[in-house]
């Protein structure tokens, strides 16, 4: 099974600050990475997928980066809807979740 | 515009069975491979199962193998989770979600439902 580590589990950032979070597959899965915007009480909402392609009505401020192993979700200037948490996820063998990243406000 | 919408929700005993549905409109439902993930409270996403547009494969997580049965009707726009000896750890939101691939084996999860809440307890 392919595991999936996200890094930080929590990130504290302020309105305008560039933000990255990492993710790491235990195997190759080429470019076969979607990353996922979750709030409390909502629909997770996806972002970004085969590794860097935006999902459509998706602000550009979100950019998706990498293959293999290593992979990037940068957010350019962290606006106030973004205080959210983020999960990347490979379906390049089965399906499997990161554990997740909760951006907080500092 | 796309919309799913769970139902089936609720509190069940540990060893009973529920059935989840997820109505789906606003696009060609058969033409779309459909997921299930759910999501344990204070944890994060796990895919629990996927089946293919027209119901030819389908494929679970380890953790339901066995237990659970993904199906859909597609006379009927819906989308189904059977699951059965259900366990404490299975207590969770669960989401339909629409792949975002057309006619093809699945990719990822594209669009997905509000969730519908599944405790299990005594």
């Known amino acids: 099974d392919i595991q999936m580590t996200q890094s930080p589990s929590t990130l504290s950032a302020s309105v305008g600050d560039r933000v990255t979070i990492s993710c790491r597959a235990s195997q190759s899965i080429t470019n076969w990475l979607a990353w996922y915007q979750l709030k409390p009480g909502k629909a997770p909402k996806l972002l970004i997928y085969k590794a860097s392609s935006l999902e459509s009505g998706v602000p550009s401020r979100f950019s998706g980066s990498g293959s293999g192993t290593e992979f990037t979700l940068t957010i350019s200037s962290l606006q106030p809807d973004d205080f959210a948490t983020y999960y990347c996820q490979q379906y390049n063998s089965s399906w499997t979740f990161g554990q997740g990243t909760k951006v907080e406000i500092k | 515009q796309v919309q799913l919408v769970e139902s089936g929700g609720g509190v069940v005993q540990p060893g009973r069975s529920l059935r989840l549905s997820c109505e789906a409109s606003?696009?060609?439902?058969?033409?779309?491979?459909m997921h299930w993930v759910r999501q344990a409270p204070g944890k994060g996403l796990e895919w629990v199962a996927v089946?293919?547009?027209?119901?030819?494969?389908?494929y679970y997580a380890d953790s339901v193998r066995g237990r659970f049965s993904i199906s859909r009707d597609n006379s009927k726009n819906t989308l189904y989770l059977q699951m059965n000896s259900l366990r404490a750890e299975d207590t969770a939101v669960y989401y339909c979600?629409?792949?975002?691939?057309?006619?093809?084996?699945?990719?990822?999860?594209?669009?997905w439902g509000q969730g519908t809440l599944v405790t299990v307890s005594s």
């Open positions: 979600a629409k792949d975002q691939r057309r006619a093809a084996a699945p990719g990822t999860p594209g669009y």
């Open positions: 606003g696009f060609t439902f058969s033409n779309y491979g």
């Open positions: 089946i293919w547009f027209d119901g030819s494969n389908k």
